[in-house]
């Protein structure tokens, strides 16, 4: 008995149970899918987290890490282009205005932000310490780093790593 209430203790003090509200991770998780939160946790890239917009931070959003810490980035007007291979001391590659996707160098990301956004990266050369650029798999339906900027590693909740329901997709979330 005692095992059992302290594995539950436990168990809460480490994971959380959160409910997928939308459809901006489609087709990964659906709207009302249950799934458990690891709280202690680091992300990594491509980890689906959740995390709390400091615009609303009552609420609680489900994203997946696309840009992580020290990640090389640079702006062309609106489009931001992210790439964790380029090498240290790198500002960005030889360019044009608009590349096209054949000049860009192996493993870079091309994401539009808003303007706010924009602003927000404009001079950086990588994605400072402790922030994180997160994005919904569902884009044409996802509030997410291309509208609210690089997210703080304190505003993240945790690393989601299982599916409690629907029972007919339980099982572990990559």
Request: charged share 25%; glycine share 6%; hydrophobic share 35%.
């Amino acid at each position: 008995m005692v095992c059992v209430v302290l594995g539950c203790v436990l168990f809460f003090v480490f994971v959380r149970t959160h409910r997928v509200d939308g459809v901006s991770m489609a087709p990964t998780f659906a709207n009302n899918d249950r799934i458990f939160v690891r709280k202690t946790e680091k992300p990594s890239r491509l980890d689906i987290v959740t995390f709390s917009p400091k615009e609303k931070p009552k609420d609680s959003y489900v994203k997946r890490v696309v840009g992580m810490p020290g990640d090389a980035i640079w702006l062309e007007e609106n489009k931001l282009f992210i790439n964790h291979q380029m090498k240290e001391g790198v500002k960005s590659p030889d360019s044009n205005t608009d590349k096209r996707a054949i000049d860009l160098p192996d493993g870079t990301i091309k994401i539009n932000v808003s303007v706010e956004v924009m602003k927000q990266l404009s001079g950086l050369t990588k994605i400072p310490k402790n922030k994180y650029f997160l994005l919904g798999d569902n884009r044409n339906h996802s509030t997410d780093s291309r509208m609210m900027g690089l997210i703080e590693s304190d505003q993240i909740e945790g690393v989601v790593s299982f599916r409690y329901y629907p029972l007919n997709k339980f099982g572990y979330v990559r």
